[in-house]
């Protein structure tokens, strides 16, 4: 999949935004003649946002200067955007003021020993750090018995989207699983915005548009979301169908690292199904030791 400019990037997400609302949906009557488009004209959103058209217009094509935060509130209340999606706006905006974007290193990213101390301390949650790109940075033994075996992967492959997309098993665990990769493909857009020189986040994307029509669907629809909590229907071969509960956690000293928690409520059954796999992933945690013992 070739990747746009920030320019392109930000017209394409505008008229995204547009086509999803209806001249009459925002109280405009309709301009006359056949429309060539869905949703609002640029003439409406202009009219709406109380800019002229011609300013309208270089501001979707990335060629309006110092976009005041009057104007971009003004467009944002327009189009009806969410926080996620005004973030997302305005960061559009400003990669586009400062043109392409210069290549950055593709750096890893390090989790403080303090953390990988906090998610062990955490035997009976799931739980996980997730840095650029949908990378899982560190886990507890307990989230890698819920999803997959992570330290049998290769490094590069210990990628959320990747996994949700092209990895059978970890596919499976999710019962509605479009509304999985939707959330995903959301939030990797939502990131993609704060790191648009990033050569790895590009080699993910094509990557996965070429393994995976349906990512290329979802990602065409440019929608965006930020990870906050939320809840999903897992499987797993061990304990059935059961529900958890996740907590995003930013850690305030770095954006591009982010905790996340499972949890099931007291007293149901997904509590109890959680609890059995904690026994199975303890088990499993032992048996290494016991097979270097008996070899021993």
Known sequence: MNQTGPK???GDFLRSRRARIRPQDAGLRSFGGRRRVPGLRREELAQLAGVSVDYYTRFEQGRAENVSDAVLGAVVTALRLDAA???HLTRLVRNAARGPAAPVPGSAQE???GLRRLLESM???PAFILGRRTDILAWNPLFATLITDFAALAP???NKAWLVFLHPEVRGRFVNWERKARDLVAYLR???GRHPGDPRFAALIDELAENSPEFTRLWEEREVGEKTHGGYHLRH????????AYESLALPDDPDQTLITYTAEAGSPSEAALRLL?????????APERRRQTRA
């Open 237 to 244: 071969p061990l304990v059935g169908e059961f529900s958890l």
């Open 111 to 113: 989790v403080r020993p």
């Open 85 to 87: 999606e005004a973030a």
């Open 190 to 192: 939502f990131d993609l």
């Open 156 to 158: 590069e492959r210990r």
């Open 123 to 125: 035997p009976g949650t």
């Open 8 to 10: 392109a990037e930000l």
């Open 278 to 286: 904690a026994g199975a992933g303890a088990v499993g945690e032992r």
